[in-house]
C-alpha cells in the first residue's frame, strides 16, 4: 500500500504562483507513472497533468497547458506541480496519484490510478 501526501496549497491572488509537491509517506518505489488531479465544488475530478515515471513524457490538460509544469525528482521520490498566472477558476482540491501502469495510455483517466493522496485546497482570489 502506497501513501502519498501532497502539500503546498493555500490562498493566493490571481497571477500568483503556487508550487504543489506529493510525496509517499513510507518507503515506496520510483516507478510509477503520476499524476495530478483537481476537483472543484460540484463538479467531477479532472485531469490536471501526468508524467512518467522517468520523467521524459509530460501531459497537461488544456486549460493549464503552458502554465503549470510537472516535473518528478526520482532522488526524493518527489513530483512537483508548478503553477503560474493562475487564475479563478483553478481553485479547487487538487490530488495527486500513482499509476503502475496506464493502460492504452490513458494517462488523464482517474481509473488508471492505484493510489492517491489527500488533497490541497487551492484557492484563487480574483
Known amino acids: 500500500q502506497v501513501t502519498l501526501v501532497e502539500s503546498g496549497g493555500g490562498l493566493v491572488q490571481a497571477g500568483a504562483s503556487l508550487r504543489l509537491s506529493c510525496a509517499p509517506s513510507?518507503?515506496?518505489?520510483?516507478?510509477?507513472?503520476m499524476g495530478w488531479f483537481r476537483q472543484a465544488p460540484g463538479k467531477e475530478r479532472e485531469f490536471v497533468a501526468a508524467?512518467?515515471?522517468?520523467?521524459?513524457?509530460?501531459f497537461y490538460a488544456d486549460s493549464v497547458k503552458g502554465r503549470f509544469t510537472i516535473s518528478k525528482d526520482n532522488a526524493k521520490n518527489t513530483v512537483y506541480l508548478q503553477m503560474n498566472s493562475l487564475k479563478p477558476e483553478d481553485t479547487a482540491v487538487y490530488y495527486c496519484?500513482?499509476?503502475?501502469?496506464w493502460g492504452s495510455g490513458k494517462y488523464f483517466s482517474p481509473n488508471e490510478y492505484n493510489y492517491w493522496g489527500q488533497g490541497t485546497q487551492v484557492t484563487v482570489s480574483s
Open positions: 513510507g518507503r515506496a518505489p520510483s516507478t510509477y507513472h
Open positions: 508524467i512518467t515515471w522517468t520523467g521524459a513524457t509530460t
Open positions: 496519484a500513482a499509476a503502475g501502469r
